[in-house]
């Protein structure tokens, strides 16, 4: 199993431009997160999912929208990228639900210039 | 909402010493204490976790307790290894199921 995996690993974007971090789990797990970590912070959760067509908004949902068409993906768009969006995103899975036991992919470190 | 501060921010110790690591929480609704490490380069990693009806719970070298009443708990590490040098991140969660993280611990373990 590969486990969640999280493309690309870098990316530099210029001020209003768009584009899709892609999160794709091989373990068959319901429920789908995403986070940004800011440098020294701790995550906070942009948006979660618990199955398929189903989603719903975390604590700093603004500037991001998510959908989840199949089980195994969970894509993170971002709108009009804008300076404030830099920092590093996660994508975790769990089976059990309310970010319990979560496996974390590997990462996405965004600059916004 | 719920608050979670975590102490010390970086932590240098001998290898073989104990390494210990505190957060406070909030809200007393919290009830479910999970401890990821994050390795460099990588995403985090639960190593522990622990629900508000248990005290202590141990796996091999990596201990966790809690107090409920003074609302903290730790992360203990016995007998470090060079491999054990990773940020660690505590979190809570409470019932509603919203999960509050730290800001992390820088942990260094010198040969």
């Known amino acids: 199993n590969a486990g969640v995996t999280q493309t690309p690993k870098f990316r530099i974007l210029k001020i209003g431009q768009s584009m899709t971090l892609q999160c794709a789990q091989d373990?068959?797990?319901?429920?789908m997160y995403w986070y940004r970590q800011d440098p020294g912070m701790g995550l906070k959760l942009i948006y979660y999912?618990?199955?398929?067509?189903?989603?719903d908004k975390g604590e700093v949902p603004n500037g991001y929208n998510v959908s989840r068409s199949t089980t195994e993906d969970f894509p993170l768009r971002l709108e009009l990228a804008a300076p404030s969006q830099t920092s590093v995103y996660f994508c975790?899975?769990?089976?059990?639900?309310?970010?319990?036991?979560?496996?974390f992919g590997s990462g996405t470190q965004l600059s916004v210039l | 909402g719920e608050n979670v501060e975590q102490h010390p921010s970086t932590l240098s110790v001998q290898e073989g010493d104990s390494a210990v690591i505190k957060c406070t929480y909030s809200?007393?609704?919290?009830?479910?204490f999970p401890w990821y490490k994050q390795e460099l380069g990588k995403g985090p990693q639960l190593i522990i976790d622990?629900?508000?009806?248990?005290g202590e719970k141990k796996d091999q070298r990596i201990a966790v307790t809690l107090n409920k009443t003074a609302k903290h708990f730790s992360l203990h590490i016995t007998e470090t290894q060079p491999e054990d040098s990773a940020v660690y991140f505590c979190?809570?969660?409470?019932?509603?199921?919203?999960?509050?993280f730290g800001d992390g611990t820088t942990l260094t373990v010198k040969p």
């Open positions: 975790a899975s769990t089976s059990t639900g309310r970010e319990e036991k979560l496996f």
């Open positions: 373990m068959n797990h319901n429920y």
């Open positions: 999912s618990v199955g398929a067509g189903i989603t």
């Open positions: 809200d007393s609704a919290s009830n479910y």
């Open positions: 622990i629900r508000s009806n248990v």
């Open positions: 979190a809570a969660r409470t019932n509603a199921g919203k999960s509050t």
